[in-house]
C-alpha cells in the first residue's frame, strides 16, 4: 500500500474520531501500527493533519471566536458577558506547560500501542465515573462556565497528553465533575481545541524541521485536506452526538476497541 493511501486513511479516520470522546490520537497511532506507518516523521504527521479537522471547529464556532477576539482588543474582560479570553486561557494552560516540559517523553514513550490501550481502558472507566456523578449542575451552557471551572478542565485536558485518553473525553468528564452540563463542557471542548492543536502542530512542525522531508510534508497536505473535508463533513452530525448520548456509550466502544487490538495484534 503506497503512503499516499495510508494518509489518506488516517485522515479520514482523524476526521471521524476528532470530535468524539474516543481519543483520535489513539486512533491514529493504532492504524499507524497496522498499517506499517511508523517513526518520528509519522508521529508528526498524526499531530500535525489533527488540524485539518480542528480547523472545521473554526469554521463552526467563527462567531464565538471573533466576539473573544473582539472583547480582548477591548480588554472587556468582563465575567457578565459570558465566555472570554481569560477562560481559555485558564483551560489551555496547564497542557501546554506540560507539553512544553514533556513533549519528548511523550512522543519517544507514550506514541505506541500498548500506552494508548491502557488510555483508551483508564479513560473509559474515567468517563463512566463523570456520567454517574451526582455534582450540583452550575453551568448549563458554555457562558455559565466560570474561571474555577475552566482551570479545573484545563487540569482534566492535561491527562490527553497521553494518546488513548481522548481530549474531549478528559475536558467532558472534567466539566462533569466540576458542574457543567455535558453540552457546556463539550461546547468548550470544541472552542479550546483550535488554539490547543494549532499550537501544539506548529511547535512540532518546528521541532522537527530536520526530520521531514519534502515528500513528508506532501503526506501532510494530503492527510490535512482530507480530515478537513471528512470533518466539516461529519462535524455538525457528531457534535450533536456528543452533546447528548451519555459518556458511557463512548466508555464501551473504548473497552470492545482495546479488547480487539489487544487479542488480535499485541497477543
Same mark, same amino acid.
Given at each position: 500500500m503506497s503512503?499516499?493511501?495510508?494518509?489518506? %486513511?488516517? /485522515?479520514? &479516520?482523524?476526521?471521524?474520531?476528532?470530535?468524539? *470522546?474516543?481519543? !483520535? =490520537?489513539?486512533? @491514529?497511532?493504532?492504524? /499507524?501500527?497496522?498499517?506499517?506507518?511508523? +517513526?518520528?516523521?509519522?508521529? =508528526?504527521?498524526? %499531530?500535525? &493533519?489533527? #488540524?485539518?479537522?480542528?480547523?472545521?471547529?473554526? %469554521? #463552526?464556532?467563527?462567531?464565538?471566536?471573533?466576539?473573544? +477576539?473582539?472583547?480582548?482588543?477591548?480588554?472587556?474582560?468582563?465575567? !457578565?458577558?459570558? @465566555?472570554?479570553?481569560?477562560?481559555?486561557? $485558564?483551560?489551555?494552560? *496547564?497542557? @501546554?506547560? $506540560?507539553?512544553?516540559?514533556?513533549?519528548?517523553?511523550?512522543?519517544?514513550? @507514550?506514541? +505506541? *500501542?500498548? *500506552?494508548?490501550?491502557? /488510555?483508551?481502558?483508564?479513560? +473509559?472507566?474515567?468517563?463512566?465515573?463523570?456520567?454517574? !456523578?451526582?455534582?450540583?449542575e452550575t453551568a448549563d451552557t458554555i457562558d455559565g462556565i466560570n474561571y474555577k471551572q475552566a482551570f479545573g478542565i484545563g487540569l482534566f485536558q492535561c491527562l490527553a497528553l497521553w494518546p488513548g485518553f481522548s481530549r474531549s473525553g478528559s475536558t467532558i468528564s472534567g466539566g462533569l465533575l466540576l458542574g457543567t452540563s455535558q453540552k457546556a463542557a463539550a461546547d468548550f471542548t470544541f472552542l479550546i481545541s483550535v488554539p490547543v492543536m494549532f499550537g501544539a502542530s506548529l511547535l512540532d512542525l518546528y521541532d522537527s524541521r530536520d526530520l521531514l522531508n519534502s515528500d513528508d510534508f506532501f503526506l501532510m497536505l494530503i492527510g490535512f485536506t482530507t480530515s478537513f473535508i471528512v470533518a466539516m463533513i461529519a462535524v455538525v452530525t457528531f457534535i450533536k452526538l456528543i452533546k447528548r448520548l451519555r459518556l458511557e456509550w463512548f466508555a464501551l466502544y473504548r473497552f470492545v476497541l482495546a479488547a480487539l487490538f489487544y487479542f488480535i495484534v499485541i497477543l
Open positions: 503512503d499516499v493511501i495510508k494518509a489518506i %486513511i488516517l /485522515g479520514i &479516520i482523524e476526521g471521524l474520531t476528532e470530535f468524539l *470522546p474516543v481519543s !483520535s =490520537t489513539g486512533h @491514529l497511532i493504532l492504524a /499507524g501500527n497496522l498499517l506499517s506507518f511508523e +517513526g518520528d516523521a509519522a508521529i =508528526t504527521f498524526k %499531530i500535525v &493533519i489533527q #488540524l485539518g479537522a480542528v480547523m472545521a471547529v473554526l %469554521i #463552526l464556532y467563527w462567531r464565538r471566536y471573533l466576539k473573544i +477576539g473582539a472583547n480582548m482588543i477591548r480588554m472587556d474582560f468582563s465575567k !457578565s458577558k459570558g @465566555l472570554n479570553v481569560i477562560h481559555m486561557i $485558564l483551560a489551555m494552560l *496547564p497542557a @501546554l506547560i $506540560l507539553y512544553l516540559l514533556f513533549k519528548d517523553t511523550i512522543k519517544s514513550k @507514550l506514541f +505506541g *500501542p500498548t *500506552p494508548v490501550l491502557i /488510555g483508551l481502558v483508564v479513560g +473509559g472507566v474515567l468517563m463512566i465515573i463523570a456520567a454517574r !456523578s451526582r455534582r450540583t
